[in-house]
């Protein structure tokens, strides 16, 4: 009787032993997930909060050749507390006015000049890397997004830090 009573707990072991590690990957992988979700938010937020503050003065030719200084320093505000968000991950854009609906890149409108009442708006959009095989059967090919909004308080920091003001 005892020898087939231990091929039984083997025999139930072997069948409930997938089962008990496909919940603990998939809870792993749920827990990273919203960790990266919280993170691209918080970078968009800390993104935002730097444009607000010292936002880029004049537009310039393109945020993705980043000949701005001011472009720079939000992108490396956005990225400095995350972990695998890459510069070219968030993108910047204002609004002129809060109930505008569209949303204006330097490269759309080179000549406008950015000035406190605008909204500053930072998004961070990266392809998320799933860390288990469930993560990679149910998560694959997932984008988080997270847009973050500011407007401008003020725009010229000279008198209070000069290097606060971006060239």
Not at 42 to 70: N, V
Not at 79 to 86: E, S, Y
Not at 133 to 147: K, W
Request: glycine content about 6%; hydrophobic content about 40%.
């Amino acid at each position: 009787m005892k020898r087939k009573s231990r091929g039984q707990a083997l025999v139930e072991f072997a069948l409930v032993f997938p089962l008990i590690m496909t919940f603990l990957f998939a809870s792993i992988e749920m827990g990273f997930y919203v960790y990266s979700w919280s993170q691209a938010n918080y970078a968009a937020r800390r993104g935002a909060e730097q444009a607000s503050s010292g936002p880029p003065i004049r537009a310039l030719a393109d945020y993705h050749t980043e000949p701005d200084e001011c472009v720079r320093l939000i992108r490396a505000a956005a990225i400095r507390t995350t972990i695998g968000i890459q510069a070219s991950d968030v993108r910047i854009g204002y609004k002129l006015q809060a109930n505008d609906t569209r949303i204006i890149t330097d490269l759309s409108n080179p000549t406008i000049h950015r000035k406190a009442g605008n909204i500053m708006q930072v998004q961070v959009m990266y392809d998320y890397r799933p860390l288990t095989p469930v993560g990679d059967l149910f998560l694959s090919g997932r984008r988080i997004d997270a847009t973050s909004r500011r407007t401008i308080v003020r725009y010229d920091f000279s008198s209070i830090d000069p290097l606060s003001v971006c060239r």
